[in-house]
């Protein structure tokens, strides 16, 4: 089966993690491009093309799909021009900052006849693989509710900023937004969220509206419930942890553990590894996402995670800031 040739979009962490995922081997793709204002040694390294600017990456003939890892404003204004340049599209996590532009972007990639799928990893995951096909079996009968923390250290200060990468109710709870509705299979109905600045008092001078700390409850449309959580001030591991909870039994996902070596020293007591970094957590599920999003091009077949599910939990997340600034409740608007 022919290879697809991929370029990448955005030459910060995330595209480099992309850009080494696929050099070192994805069945079925091949990396051709990468652009942005700092990769031209990284291209260099790599053996693959380089363009300063975005657009022109869009449009070369060399690439048939694209991975676009920017900064979340540019998100949605990227991924309509790679649609119209008929680019199959992989769109990191979150689609966009308004249900509008979101809007737009579906409607050009459907309009254009190409693929669009959202950076929600943890799908592919297989512990939560697992646990989604034992929900699916009834395994824990009916799903109840479930439960999920997302805590780090502090992100760069962009990601915590509303207007450019929404903070922790849109940038960090946007998997756990996809996560409830994938795995109790039901729509988000209902937002309520808390939060806070409990440590880093600092940032006060330079995010507005900034919090490090937040809690948001949610309804989904059958009654089943979500309790998240999602904090920056976790200096001590990365911690991302899921509980689902159904009428026959529960099931727990993530450990704080890098490894599964525990060490006992002489008065130092237990040691063990932390995981400190998501690349590292979620390794695998970013390669199987990758493999899937290249076979379904292949196949031409619907990617698992769509641009409607993107913007499912950008609605959730936008309306748990609106919940976080009016102190109240409020009905997820689709």
Known sequence: MKKIDIGIVGAGRMGRFYAELLANGIPGAELKAISGSSGAAFAKNLHIEYYPD?????RSAIVKAVIICTRTPSHAGLAIAAAREGKHIFLEKPIALTIEDADRVIEEALNHGVFLTIGFMR???PSYRYVKEQIDC???GTPIGIRGVHRSTLPPDWVLKINEGGGLALDYLVHEYDLARWLLGDEIQTVYAVGGVLANHEKNNTIPDFIDQLAVLMQMENGATAALEACCAAEYAYDVRTEVLGSKGMATVGELKENHATTFLVNQGELQALNHSFLNRFEEA???QMEHFIACI???RQPLV???????ALCAGLAALTSLREGKPVKVVR
Request: charged share 35%; proline share 0%.
């Open 54 to 58: 975005h657009v022109d990456l869009l």
């Open 123 to 125: 799908r592919f995951d």
């Open 138 to 140: 009834k395994i824990f």
């Open 286 to 288: 970013f390669r199987c």
């Open 298 to 300: 292949q196949q031409d």
């Open 306 to 312: 769509t641009g409607f599910d993107g913007r499912a």
